[in-house]
């Protein structure tokens, strides 16, 4: 009796959980197919633009050695060569000296329904900083890559809401995950054989081909993807930060930063501000990749800012081990210094989902890993819809 009414547990799971599975996967699955391609096809994007942009990042040999031209003077050519509106709102340094500065254009409106609206500027300018030549200038605002991360990201629609518009089919995509895994479970030993590989000897039917790669790839991706659904609520939706926050760290929220009043304000600004904090930064973290400088004094929301931050990254690619030093912006005397090893665990995953969701994380490895599970993600609602199509077919003949 107990075996028959556990049975019966068991058929009611599956069928509810069929149920769940068919409706949100015909409701969301052409945003799944989009979110799931566009975040694929953006995973190898830095191995890709270091190749294509080999002869703007690295600089001819006859140039390393010599000593860099002062940032400001820099700042004033491109903004002279370029002519543009808006001004240059960073550089990246590298610490690699046979590598050129990066310039950054960058400047977003709240206004505009779409991604072409907001973005009012988006320009990286590969500059020598031995000789002051402009070696190329790239309009990141139609760079394919730039175009995927947000299509990935909300569907290319307005920045304030159009993260919702993928991130509610992804919480659905998450119950469709979990009760994949329900129906993928087999009944018993007998049934486990065909569920972890194809046995395809004698099976001619593409219709059962296609289940077994709707079935079988979607055990093996459910698990990454998983991963890949809860990292990207992470950045649609406060809650899920503020969830792992305090599960990380014990308290709802990340500390603020204190806001540090500058002790020289009320001297004349130093010309030289922007060489004196790279110097420093040079000096404390000389085995870091590169260390970016806020040009512009104002963050990304468009605020004033009252010192002058600096961001070092660890390693080039990651944005997982970063660094944050802060500068009195009128005299350059180093103000704080916050080192990646003296962060708590909440603030070390904030810095790190980025990295853990485009895979960069684990290494090129776990890119390739990622891509493979991007692609199979990408292919469950085209053979989900087919299974669903044959049978809907199947039932159509009978009648």
């Given at each position: 009796?107990?075996?028959?009414?556990?049975?019966?547990?068991?058929?009611?799971?599956?069928?509810?959980?069929?149920?769940?599975?068919?409706?949100?996967?015909?409701?969301?699955?052409?945003?799944?197919?989009?979110?799931?391609?566009?975040?694929?096809?953006?995973?190898?994007?830095?191995?890709?633009?270091?190749?294509?942009r080999?002869?703007?990042?690295?600089?001819?040999?006859?140039?390393?050695?010599?000593?860099?031209?002062?940032?400001?003077?820099?700042?004033?050519?491109?903004?002279?060569?370029?002519?543009e509106?808006?001004?240059?709102?960073?550089?990246?340094?590298?610490?690699?000296?046979t590598?050129?500065?990066?310039?950054?254009?960058?400047?977003?409106?709240?206004?505009?329904?779409?991604?072409?609206?907001?973005?009012?500027?988006?320009?990286?300018?590969?500059?020598?900083?031995?000789?002051?030549?402009?070696?190329?200038?790239?309009?990141?605002?139609?760079?394919?890559?730039?175009?995927?991360?947000?299509?990935?990201?909300?569907?290319?629609?307005?920045?304030?809401?159009?993260?919702?518009?993928?991130g509610?089919?992804?919480?659905?995509?998450?119950?469709?995950?979990?009760?994949?895994?329900i129906?993928?479970?087999?009944?018993?030993k007998?049934?486990?054989?065909?569920?972890?590989?194809?046995?395809?000897?004698?099976v001619?039917?593409?219709?059962?081909?296609?289940?077994?790669?709707?079935?079988?790839?979607g055990?093996?991706?459910?698990?990454?993807?998983?991963?890949?659904?809860?990292?990207?609520?992470?950045?649609?939706?406060?809650?899920?930060?503020?969830?792992?926050?305090?599960?990380?760290?014990?308290?709802?929220?990340?500390?603020?930063?204190k806001?540090?009043?500058?002790?020289?304000?009320?001297?004349?600004?130093?010309?030289?501000?922007?060489?004196?904090?790279?110097?420093?930064?040079?000096?404390?973290?000389?085995?870091?990749?590169?260390?970016?400088?806020?040009?512009?004094?104002?963050?990304?929301?468009?605020?004033?800012l009252?010192?002058?931050?600096?961001?070092?990254?660890?390693?080039?690619?990651?944005?997982?081990?970063?660094?944050?030093?802060?500068?009195?912006?009128?005299?350059?005397?180093?103000?704080?210094?916050?080192?990646?090893?003296?962060?708590?665990?909440?603030?070390?995953?904030?810095?790190?989902?980025?990295?853990?969701?485009?895979?960069s994380?684990?290494?090129?490895?776990?890119?390739?890993?990622?891509?493979?599970?991007?692609?199979?993600?990408?292919?469950?609602?085209?053979?989900?819809?087919?299974?669903?199509?044959?049978?809907?077919?199947?039932?159509?003949?009978?009648?």
């Amino acid at each position: 009796m107990r075996k028959k009414h556990h049975n019966k547990k068991k058929a009611s799971s599956k069928k509810w959980s069929a149920k769940l599975h068919l409706w949100f996967g015909l409701s969301v699955g052409i945003i799944v197919f989009i979110v799931s391609l566009s975040g694929t096809l953006y995973v190898f994007k830095d191995e890709i633009h270091n190749s294509l942009r080999k002869e703007a990042i690295d600089l001819k040999k006859e140039d390393i050695g010599k000593k860099p031209l002062p940032i400001t003077l820099l700042r004033e050519k491109v903004s002279l060569e370029l002519n543009e509106k808006y001004p240059i709102s960073a550089v990246e340094i590298p610490l690699d000296k046979t590598k050129s500065y990066q310039f950054e254009y960058y400047e977003k409106s709240k206004k505009g329904w779409n991604y072409f609206q907001q973005v009012l500027i988006n320009k990286q300018v590969y500059v020598n900083q031995y000789t002051g030549e402009i070696l190329a200038v790239y309009n990141e605002k139609y760079d394919v890559f730039s175009i995927l991360k947000y299509i990935h990201w909300g569907l290319l629609l307005n920045s304030e809401w159009g993260p919702y518009t993928v991130g509610i089919p992804t919480v659905l995509f998450i119950i469709m995950l979990i009760t994949g895994i329900i129906l993928w479970w087999p009944k018993n030993k007998n049934a486990r054989k065909g569920r972890f590989w194809f046995n395809w000897e004698n099976v001619k039917n593409w219709k059962r081909k296609n289940y077994d790669l709707h079935n079988i790839l979607g055990f093996y991706a459910s698990f990454i993807a998983l991963l890949l659904s809860v990292t990207g609520l992470y950045f649609a939706y406060p809650y899920v930060k503020n969830t792992f926050t305090f599960a990380l760290s014990g308290s709802w929220e990340l500390p603020k930063e204190k806001e540090r009043k500058s002790p020289d304000s009320l001297m004349a600004k130093n010309e030289a501000i922007f060489d004196l904090a790279a110097a420093q930064t040079e000096k404390l973290y000389a085995k870091s990749s590169s260390f970016r400088i806020n040009l512009n004094g104002k963050n990304k929301k468009g605020k004033e800012l009252k010192n002058l931050p600096v961001t070092v990254y660890g390693l080039d690619g990651r944005y997982s081990e970063r660094n944050i030093l802060t500068f009195d912006k009128y005299s350059g005397k180093l103000l704080a210094n916050k080192p990646h090893h003296k962060l708590n665990t909440a603030e070390k995953y904030s810095n790190a989902n980025y990295d853990i969701h485009t895979g960069s994380y684990f290494g090129i490895m776990g890119k390739i890993i990622w891509f493979i599970a991007g692609l199979i993600c990408t292919s469950l609602p085209v053979t989900g819809f087919l299974v669903w199509w044959g049978k809907r077919k199947k039932k159509g003949k009978k009648i």
